[in-house]
């Protein structure tokens, strides 16, 4: 889903690890990792379907800070 806020769109993408732990995450535009096809990633992941991605952060839902994806493969 996405959030809209004043400063842009957030793209968040949930579902659950080999664990069965559920997973809050968004895809960020980031310098860093050279990351700026973000909608183009966000709309290749198709509900129901497996992925295996890189992330990094840490999730505090009191502040809605998610971890980040920073590369998705099938």
């Keep these: ?3 809209y806020q004043s400063s ?3 793209f968040v993408v949930y579902g659950t690890t080999k ?3 559920y997973h809050h995450f968004v895809i960020p535009y980031s310098l860093w990792y050279w990351q700026f096809n973000v909608p ?3 709309k290749s992941l ?3 379907s497996t992925h295996k ?3 990094y952060g840490y999730r505090m839902p ?3 800070i998610f ?3 920073v590369a998705v493969r099938d």
């Design 62 to 64: 009191t502040l809605a």
């Design 8 to 10: 842009g769109t957030q």
């Design 40 to 42: 183009e990633i966000w």
């Design 53 to 55: 991605i890189t992330y």
């Design 1 to 3: 889903y996405q959030i």
């Design 67 to 69: 971890e980040n994806i």
């Design 19 to 21: 664990n069965g732990e």
């Design 46 to 48: 198709e509900p129901g």
